[in-house]
């Protein structure tokens, strides 16, 4: 009779690591499936196809599951938050445009950018982009990304659409 308990509990036990590791699988294939999605924006914006660079925010917690007998926790990794560079170029590459930089200030606040300090966010912006050498300064604090073709004069907004 002992021995079929054992056995009774030993398979409880083979139960929860099998269990336990489901759980970790699960969360590692929601990071992994995120990540793939912000991989595909990514070529999808080397190749000139994408329309928007936002990265899908996917919440994980750090798990406090446990593999087996290991005393230590498994956390899986997380997606960073964007940059404010980063939410800049998404901001160009929905508008389709050059934006001046307080029109550009303006969108990426919509957008959750946080501007700390007194200076003038214009003079923020035109600092951040000038120092990542992704942007290219079209004259009068207009900008554009580099890595994209200079829209041509005829396709340029007047100066109202672009202080939108």
Do not use: C
């Not at 035109?126 to 290219?136: D, G, H, I, M, T």
């Amino acid at each position: 009779m002992l021995h079929l308990e054992q056995m009774r509990q030993k398979i409880a036990d083979e139960r929860k690591v099998i269990e336990h590791t489901l759980d970790i699988l699960a969360i590692l294939d929601t990071s992994l499936q995120a990540r793939e999605k912000a991989l595909d924006r990514y070529e999808a914006l080397l190749q000139g196809r994408a329309t928007s660079l936002s990265v899908e925010r996917t919440a994980v917690e750090p798990s406090t599951l446990k593999l087996s007998n290991a005393d230590t926790p498994v956390k899986p990794p997380s997606l960073k938050k964007p940059t404010n560079v980063s939410i800049y170029e998404e901001v160009l590459l929905s508008v389709g445009r050059p934006m001046y930089a307080t029109a550009l200030a303006s969108a990426a606040e919509a957008r959750g950018v946080v501007f700390r300090g007194k200076g003038d966010k214009a003079d923020m912006i035109r600092n951040a982009l000038q120092n990542s050498k992704r942007f290219v300064n079209m004259g009068g604090n207009t900008w554009w990304l580099l890595n994209r073709p200079i829209p041509k004069p005829d396709e340029l907004p007047s100066q109202e659409a672009l202080m939108r």
